[in-house]
């Protein structure tokens, strides 16, 4: 995770600030914080480093107005993220380093009454933050990769928060349609769930750990972690119907907790498939396979040799096969659930799932028939969600 010049823009010391140019360059990655003061031209060059957020009253410069032009394409030379003027000696910048600036999409503040080093102590601190979130991420991953080594994913577990203990819950939630801002969401459940827990931003979506006291029966504790969760989340003011929701099962060793993460993130794909609010790894069924397989190059070569017949069918004949076979498979079977599925009569139904055996040569595949078809249409639910 990196901080941008519009993430910046929220700390108190630059409150004052004024965007004059580079409005399209707000997302530029700030690496450090800089101060500009005696250098001028091959020096800046050689001082600067790509990313840094500079400052300076242009004190050197302070009677030749026509050098500001200089300096910024130097800045824009050397890559680096904005740069804000102290109005002291200039009141602002020239048209023609605007209109530059502007079309490098280099982003040019000015400012008044505030001290430099608060500016300097702010940023840094917030880059701070910033990087220990990088390196827990970095710790995620690394849980992720190692899988079934449980002592190393244990000792990356007490890294991220030494109040851990070994009952725990993992949950994902989908932040894409989120109503407020993600920082605000983190920092409220973060005080809510308590130092045995952890709530941070992970691949886009809002990750919560949230380890429980050993005090109830398996039955009961497993029960209770999912339910204080979701509570958690709604105490937070989440509204559950704007929000998708992945949970992992409860584990009960800090060394999977690797799994546990990506158990709630597989959770949270299938609420996409099923179009539901919240979803356990555990109530996923044959897509606790099928999702983390997804990519397998022999599950897609399976399902689109089946799938293509089809729909090649379908587009030559002008049917519907494939419709048929994705509500027959919701329908486990059942021909009369199918028909009012399709909105069509019993006997269409029976003669499409006949003509669906045929096309595949589903008959041949003794005691496979229906699991054949079943893995093929949910493995194609999965790729064109």
């Known amino acids: 995770m990196s901080l941008t010049i519009h993430e910046a823009l929220d700390l108190k010391a630059l409150e004052r600030f004024k965007l004059v140019a580079g409005l399209n360059g707000l997302n530029n990655i700030i690496t450090r914080v800089g101060l500009i003061d005696h250098e001028e031209g091959e020096q800046i060059t050689d001082t600067v480093i790509a990313g840094e957020f500079l400052f300076s009253n242009l004190l050197l410069i302070k009677d030749q107005p026509e050098k500001i032009l200089e300096f910024v394409k130097r800045f824009i030379q050397a890559e680096v993220s904005c740069f804000a003027l102290k109005t002291i000696y200039f009141d602002g910048f020239p048209q023609e380093v605007i209109d530059y600036a502007n079309k490098h999409r280099f982003p040019l503040f000015t400012f008044d009454e505030t001290f430099i080093e608060n500016i300097i102590l702010d940023i840094d601190q917030a880059l701070n933050i910033q990087s220990q979130i990088a390196k827990i991420q970095g710790y995620l991953d690394e849980m992720t990769i190692l899988g079934t080594d449980e002592l190393k994913v244990r000792t990356l577990a007490l890294k991220l928060n030494r109040y851990f203990t070994n009952r725990f819950i993992a949950c994902t939630i989908d932040t894409k349609d989120k109503q407020q801002g993600q920082k605000l969401m983190i920092s409220t459940l ?194 064109s969600r």
């Open 190 to 383: 973060n005080q809510v769930l308590g130092r045995k827990s952890l709530a941070l931003e992970y691949n886009d979506s809002i990750l919560i750990l949230t380890s429980f006291n050993q005090h109830t029966t398996e039955k009961d504790s497993n029960t209770y972690m999912k339910d204080f969760v979701i509570d958690a989340i709604e105490a937070c003011g989440f509204d559950l119907n704007k929000y998708q929701i992945g949970l992992s099962t409860p584990q009960s060793s800090l060394g999977r907790m690797g799994r546990a993460v990506l158990e709630s993130r597989y959770a949270l794909e299938y609420t996409q498939i099923s179009q539901t609010s919240i979803k356990s790894f555990d109530e996923l069924g044959v897509y606790q396979i099928l999702i983390p397989n997804m990519e397998n190059p022999w599950f897609y070569a399976y399902y689109e040799q089946i799938i293509q017949k089809l729909i090649g069918y379908d587009e030559k004949n002008d049917t519907d096969l494939l419709h048929t076979a994705i509500a027959y498979v919701d329908s486990d079977t059942n021909i009369q659930a199918t028909s009012e599925l399709l909105f069509q009569h019993v006997n269409t139904v029976r003669y499409r799932i006949k003509k669906i055996k045929e096309l595949l040569n589903l008959n041949a595949l003794d005691g496979m028939q229906y699991e054949s078809l079943s893995l093929a249409i949910h493995l194609y639910k999965l790729h």
